[in-house]
């Protein structure tokens, strides 16, 4: 089955790619959740002419990308959390308190985008990768420290 990625699909392509997909897949997932159209010769000249007007807009878009990486290459973020005994957290830290320290720093960045390496439940120093635009992937060092109670 042939289809039309309206969106990033992660592991399968990204929007406007015309994608082969086994037909479950398709009719099941990605056309029911809106990330997909079938590729019927409409479609595929409508994409073509949204891909070129969204390519010129791209180009603009890669500078502020490169800037906002190298920014977030030199970012360094501390996130106080609550800890018990062992010096072990209260849950864990996730994404969404990544994202809201950058946004202290007016560094608006979407939740989905960040990943941490691996589950912050101590306190130390870890990485999160901001997934921005194709294989710009800046890092940011996210210290864990002890609350002031």
């Not at 990330?35 to 878009?61: C, D, F, M």
């Not at 010096?87 to 864990?92: L, V």
Request: aromatic share 4%; no cysteine.
């Amino acid at each position: 089955m042939k289809l039309i990625l309206k969106e990033d699909v992660e592991k399968l392509g990204s929007a406007g790619d015309l994608v082969d997909v086994k037909p479950g897949y398709g009719r099941n997932y990605l056309i029911p959740q809106a990330k997909a159209v079938l590729a019927t010769e409409g479609a595929i000249k409508q994409y073509e002419n949204l891909k070129r007007e969204a390519e010129l807009r791209a180009e603009l878009t890669v500078e502020a990308a490169k800037e906002l990486a190298t920014q977030l290459n030199a970012t360094s973020l501390t996130i106080p959390v609550k800890v018990g005994e062992d010096d072990k957290i209260h849950g864990t830290v996730t994404n969404i308190q990544v994202a809201e320290a950058l946004e202290q720093r007016d560094i608006i960045i979407d939740r989905r985008k960040i990943t941490i390496d691996q589950d912050i439940k101590t306190l130390g120093e870890y990485t999160a990768t901001i997934n921005l635009m194709g294989e710009l992937n800046p890092q940011v060092k996210v210290w864990v420290v002890k609350e002031d109670e």
